[in-house]
């Protein structure tokens, strides 16, 4: 180990390497020649400079939750590992609240709460980092109220290395009058790792600067109420799952406009692959709000409606948001978990094919893993406040994300039989759109903090629609003259990183 300006070096000898180079997804393990843990921006930006001048390829890291390989892809040299840069505070000239680069969403959560009784509408998973998580658009429970976290996203601080090789920081705002307007424009969803490092993000709700810190960001919860439901597989057949399924989607069709009552209404149906016995959905309101149990019982009521499918349990309660509900419903990371996801927006309902698809998948009965499901999360409501191209995320007419997940497995011999479940699973569900969620009437692409490679492969992807339109619709153009402009040596790359623009 050594500690210079590039940060502390670790080697591949160092005990503390294994743990740096292995994140959420066990199924990639990455080899770098080097990690380099920054601890101020000077010294990301001399690692970057550093990685550059020694002809390197760099990826930086924030809190290791990407379920691709794009800080682990064998051919990265240098790792820049953020984690040391985890402070949260008010920063009086911007306005805003400061984060570092590295900082994980429990820190973010807590640090807001106690200082302050802010929230972010971000992710429930403590362990992201807002790294990856900011830069990708992200969302959380509080999105139907509060929309996307960059929605709140008032400036960032990035390493950039310009064409003749030089790295510099750079802070961009979400003024129009900032000569990097753009570069703040590309991290509200253009994905992370694409342009290059965010050492500090400032976070601010719109509008003009707030009086006191307590107005720049939405207040936190106090208490929520809780609505967890649980089926049985045993007691559904085609006709009531697929009545269900209708009766969630439909809901959120309904209540999904950006003032809707329902916005504050927010739920996950969890269907877990029949090996499992059962499934269910958890909802949640701040109980805060007017008619919140009315809200919940209306809810509750929607979705079970006319299915003849009882519930085996329904438990209802009021808990505290911050010291119950939060933690009780964070991901802890299964530490040798492997994991394949894919995902989809919805703008309504599942056509009449793809409901069959999911019935049958997730009864297949020739595949046995109780952890695979398909996820269906509340969106919209103020999400759907903004422009398609006011931000970097377009997709701003959907109501449903879904999700994917084959994991998680252990052993490392089992990839392919759950890889090729879940990719099964989705060119069944996708089939009248090339085995993708091509923008449609009912689909509208897919989300880049959940990345899947199989969107680039000509494999998967039969459509006549690339991975860049299906992440990034009409706004993929203004990334690319942003790559150009700040990265135009392509430094940062991945899988599906922005590309630059043809010359
Ligand atoms: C269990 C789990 C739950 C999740 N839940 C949610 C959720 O509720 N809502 C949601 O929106 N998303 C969710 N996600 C997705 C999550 O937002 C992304 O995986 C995100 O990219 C993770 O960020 P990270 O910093 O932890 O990952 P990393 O693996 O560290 O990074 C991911 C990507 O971002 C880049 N990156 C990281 N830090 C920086 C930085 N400082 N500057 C520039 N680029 C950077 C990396 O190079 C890489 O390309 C979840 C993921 C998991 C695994």
Redesign the pocket.
Known sequence: MSDDSRGVTITPQDDRYAGLVE???HRFTGRPEVIRRARTTDEAVAAVQDAVDTGRRI?????????ED??ASPDIQVLLD?SALCAVSYDDAMGAFVVG??TRLDRLYQELHDGWGVTVP????F???????I??????HLSRRDGL?VDHLYAVE?VTVDETGRARAIVATREPDDPHHDLWWAHTGG?????????RFWLRSPGPAPATPEQALPRAPRRIRRADVTWSWDDLNEESFTALLRNYTDWYEKNSAPDSPGRHIWSNLIVLHRSAGAFFMNTVVDEDVPGAAELMAEHLAAITAGTGARPVSVEEQVVSWMDTWMPSYS?P?DPRGR?KNKAGYLRRGFTDHQLAAVHRHLTDPGYDNPMACLVLTGFGGQVNAVAPDATAVPQRDAVIKASYSAGAWTAPDEDELHIAWVRRFYQDVYAETGGVPRPDDVNDGS?I??PDVDLADPAWNTSDTGWQFLYFKDNYPRLQRVKKRYDPRDV?R?AL?VELPPS
């Open positions: 994140g959420y997804n990826a930086v890291r924030s809190g290791g939750h990407c379920f794009f800080t953020l680069g590295g971000a992710g429930t998973c362990e992201v980092g807002v790294g990856g998580h830069c990708g658009g992200g969302y959380g976290v990035v994905g992370g790792g694409s342009f290059g490092v965010v050492t991901w990371s994991y989300y903090s959940y940062f991945h990183s």
